[in-house]
Each structure stands twice: as C-alpha cells, then as structure tokens.
Nanobody, 121 residues
Framework: QVQLVESGGGLVQPGGSLRLSCAAS????????MGWYRQGPEKQRDLVAQ???????NYADSVKGRFTISRDNAKNTVYLQMNSLKPEDTAVYYC???????????????WGQGTLVTVSS
C-alpha cells in the first residue's frame, strides 16, 4: 500500500509564490514518474508538471517559466515551486507517483488527496 501526502497549498495573492510537497510512503519497490495535475472549478484534471527518474521533466505550456518541479529520491518526495501565480492557477493540485510493487510488476499510478491553491487578491 502506498500513500501520498501533499502539503503547501493555500491562499496567495497574484504574483506570489507557493511550494507544494508530496511525500510517498508505504511498501513499494521503486517509483518512476512523479508529478502534479490540477483541476479547476468545472474543469477536467490536467497535467501541470512531471519528473522521471532520469531527470526528464514535462510542463504544461501555461506554467513554463513560472513553475519548477523537482524531486528528492532519498525522501520519495516531489516538489512544485510555483512563482508568479495567476488567478487562473486556482485549482486543487493532485500529486501522483508511478509505483512498482516489485521488480517484476508494472508501474501503477497512485494519487494524493489533493491540496487547494487559491490565487486571489
């Protein structure tokens, strides 16, 4: 069983910054991709950023140059540094981790419970 615990959400003014964290715990063999999706009011859940074991990163066009994803493999933790926040960044942010339970098993995507980010003056 794998648990993902997110932290760092909250209320921030436009132009401000927040840092989200997501720590994976439990029993597993390895983690490959980790990342963040977000879901705004009455919208679908969309990719924000992800990072793989290789160090390769992907970003949504809307956050390039403003958000930075990183990870600490020793702590099984992924971070999302969000700068120059805009009202349209308001959403529930969900962390994910692609986890293998053994060396022979496939990677399965696990999700955190979500953390709310509100950008408003």
């Amino acid at each position: 069983q794998v648990q993902l615990v997110e932290s760092g959400g909250g209320l921030v003014q436009p132009g401000g910054s927040l840092r989200l964290s997501c720590a994976a715990s439990g029993s597993f063999f390895s983690i490959n991709g980790m990342g963040w999706y977000r879901q705004g009011p009455e919208k679908q859940r969309d990719l924000v950023a992800q990072i793989f074991n290789s160090g390769t990163t992907n970003y949504a066009d809307s956050v390039k140059g403003r958000f930075t994803i990183s990870r600490d493999n020793a702590k099984n933790t992924v971070y999302l540094q969000m700068n120059s926040l805009k009202p349209e960044d308001t959403a529930v942010y969900y962390c994910h981790a692609d986890v293998a339970s053994s060396s022979l098993s496939a990677y399965l995507r696990r999700w955190g419970q979500g953390t709310l980010v509100t950008v408003s003056s």
